[in-house]
């Protein structure tokens, strides 16, 4: 992800189907900014990537050390993993198959390579979101937990290190 690409995370961050599930209130350029700019730079150790599908950005994914915010370890009662989050930015995409490939791409070429010291891959989203449960467990993922997450009903799912 460069500078270039944060007006459009900032789109898709406000379109409805996007703002269901992961960006619950609107996102206002100079919020985006603020928000991924340090990212982009390397100032902020949050890894954040762009999706494309024959050449054409479609969405976003970004990973963490859940322990580098101490407080989001502690409300979700986990000690060590790396996070992951991520959207379909483009709707007419949503429900074809690419999200799979998407993090199936990424968990593989990116998260494990980049956290090497860590052993585990932990999502949490909105229970509500079968989708997202739906691609996780194809991926491999197992339902560890339900818990609240800033104050929303969330599923907890594991995806250990490949062998």
Known sequence: MTEFDIPLVCDWRNRPHVR???QKAPLSLDEAYAKLL???RGEDPTLAHIATLRGCAFGYVQSYLILGTPSYAEQIGVSDGIGMDYFI???ELV???VGKAMLSAYLAEVLFPAFPQERRCIVCYETANAASGGVLTSLG???EKELIEDGVPSTMMILDRPS
């Open 20 to 22: 269901r599930f992961y």
């Open 38 to 40: 340090p990212r982009v």
């Open 89 to 91: 930015g483009e709707p």
């Open 95 to 97: 429900g074809r198959g």
């Open 141 to 143: 993922f197992r339902r």
